[in-house]
């Protein structure tokens, strides 16, 4: 599929990936911003991105042969996920997405949330991006979600891994930890965080997203692979990747070819690289079968 004209010079500074990615593969961590033109960014945002709208993410999955996605709500946008809920709708059978909810939604705001494809909520405790959010509105939140299937999906920073660790162990959902918790490659597979993270992941509700290496490390992404494969070895089933993409905050310009030729790397086996890319999104995101 040829890329929009106006995608063109994006996707020349884009390799084509060495590894050939499985039909269904999914990207189970990316984001849509705007145009802020159409869908404006929240007004108490900590960051401003450069637009990066449905159409771009699109075209970048093509290129990549990416079949699915997960469009998690960032906090740019905050509560208002009208840009994320409106690339669901242009393809329901390719896309799920995650939310950012307060108190302000009610059952129908949840009901209309879970038919446009959303499949849980996203809390942040990163500080670099308010940290610690109201914990009155996150328990509410979760007794909101129980019943309803969905987990919810919280992006920490490593020092905050032990401490919100038995917080996280009473949850009554299912919970997913963004980019690997976040912990330092360079600090290796000894490290407390990490520690910390393998067991929050050993629990029958605990999925941790391997994804993130290029904010755990820098090119070729080697400190991370150890990272990745300490996770993916407690819990092939409950693992997901992503690429982050367009990856709001970096440190670096990452190249996603990069960060999918990471994944022969976590495992070199097939039927993991189809557990993490096809099956476990699927099952938790509610994907029907592989066309």
């Known amino acids: 599929m040829n890329a929009p004209s106006e995608f063109a010079s994006f996707l020349a500074k884009r390799r ?6 499985p039909a269904g593969a999914t990207d189970a961590h990316c984001h849509v911003f705007g145009p802020g033109a159409i869908f404006p960014y929240a007004p108490n945002r900590r960051y401003t991105p450069e637009d990066a709208p449905k159409e771009m ?41 995650v939310a950012i909810v307060d108190d302000s939604f009610g059952d129908a705001q949840f009901d209309t949330l879970h038919a446009g494809g959303v499949r849980g909520v996203r809390f942040n405790f990163v500080k670099h991006l308010g940290g610690t959010p109201d914990m009155a509105v996150f328990h509410r939140t979760m007794d909101r979600i129980k019943g309803r299937g969905w987990h919810v999906v919280l992006h920490v920073d490593a020092p905050s891994i032990v401490p919100l660790s038995d917080m996280i162990r009473k949850l009554p959902v299912t919970f997913v930890i963004d980019h690997m918790g976040r912990v330092p490659g360079k600090d290796g597979v000894n490290q407390e965080p990490l520690k910390a993270l393998l067991e929050l992941a050993k629990l029958p509700n605990g999925w941790v997203k391997v994804c993130g290496s290029e904010r755990i490390s820098f090119p070729p992404y080697s400190e991370a692979v150890p990272i990745a494969q300490a996770i993916m070895a ?15 905050n970096a440190s670096h310009e990452a190249d996603e070819a990069d960060l999918v030729d990471l994944v022969p790397q976590f495992t070199s086996d097939p039927a993991l690289q189809h557990r993490l890319l096809v099956d476990n999104p699927a099952k938790l995101y509610d994907f029907g079968p592989v066309e």
């Not at 084509?16 to 990615?21: A, D, E």
């Not at 992503?242 to 709001?248: E, K, L, V, Y």
């Open 16 to 21: 084509t990936p060495k590894f050939k990615l």
């Open 57 to 97: 993410l699109r075209a970048l999955h093509d290129h990549l042969g990416i079949s699915r996605a997960v469009i998690v709500q960032a906090s740019c946008h905050g509560t208002d996920n009208a840009a994320m809920m409106d690339c669901l709708a242009s393809d329901p059978k390719r896309y799920r997405g």
């Open 234 to 248: 407690v819990a092939p089933d409950r693992v997901l990747w992503g690429t982050d993409f367009p990856h709001p």
